[in-house]
């Protein structure tokens, strides 16, 4: 059974950089797309994008990413680890929310397996 | 971007009652490729339904999808106390994927 973990400062300051990682346990990062979603407290889910590893390009994987946070979002994929990240950037109190990593078997696929989440919170 | 519409937004149900909810893309969702998901307070959704008709593992039969192009439904035939919760579709269809605002079945 494939388990996911997010882990991460819960509080970042107005400005400044969030950075989350997502540990994948259970089976292997190569070949599945994996994904970044959030939700505002009380409010709906986001997909923020995702990042797909083939298997035949160490630490190289293709991304995509919503395009109301493309020109804020990186993520990246560390292969040796089995983890794949999150930055955001310029982050204000908007983006304070629960970010939840889940894995999706393919391309146009559902999100079949999600981590606990992990709520992050942007303030002074 | 393809919004996702869901209605009601909230519904009082009773124990053992029949529930029908509704999906509506503002766009048609290629290939059917719709889900449903099931979130508690605290919790991470969990996915029901794929391919707007297939169950996830594990999800009781009482769970079913429908729909195709627009419009969408996820009936559950009989509720048990553990489905008051909140159910959200999202389309994979096309990017950015996206989700309904939810709606919250609660106990009456």
């Known amino acids: 059974q494939v388990q996911l973990q997010e882990s991460g400062p819960g509080l970042v300051k107005p400005s400044e950089t969030l950075s989350l990682t997502c540990s994948v346990s259970?089976?292997?990062?190569?070949?599945?797309?994996w994904n970044w979603l959030r939700q505002p407290p009380g409010k709906g889910l986001e997909w923020i994008g995702y990042?797909?590893?083939?298997?035949?390009?160490?630490?190289?994987?293709?991304?995509k990413y919503n395009p109301t946070l493309q020109s804020r979002v990186t993520i990246s994929i560390d292969t040796s680890k089995n983890q794949f990240s999150l930055n955001l950037n310029s982050v204000t109190a908007a983006d304070t929310a629960v970010f939840y990593c889940?894995?999706?078997?393919?391309?146009?696929?559902?999100?079949?397996?999600w981590g606990q989440g992990t709520l992050v919170a942007v303030s002074p | 971007e393809i919004v996702l519409t869901q209605s009601p937004g909230t519904l009082s149900l009773s124990p053992g009652e029949r529930v029908t909810l509704s999906c509506r893309a503002s766009?048609?969702?290629?290939?059917?490729?719709l889900a449903w998901y099931q979130q508690k307070p605290g919790q991470a959704p969990r996915l029901l339904i794929y391919?707007?008709?297939s169950r996830a593992t594990g999800i009781p039969d009482r769970f079913s999808g429908s729909g195709s192009g627009t419009d969408f439904t996820l009936t559950i035939s009989r509720l048990e106390p553990e489905d008051f919760a909140v159910y959200y579709c999202?389309?994979?269809?096309?990017?950015?994927?996206?989700f309904g605002q939810g709606t919250k079945l609660e106990i009456k």
């Open positions: 766009q048609s969702v290629s290939n059917r490729y």
């Open positions: 990042i797909y590893y083939s298997g035949y390009t160490k630490n190289s994987g293709t991304t």
């Open positions: 259970g089976g292997s990062i190569g070949s599945y797309y």
């Open positions: 889940a894995r999706s078997g393919g391309f146009n696929y559902h999100l079949d397996f």
């Open positions: 999202q389309q994979y269809g096309s990017s950015p994927y996206t």
């Open positions: 391919d707007a008709s």
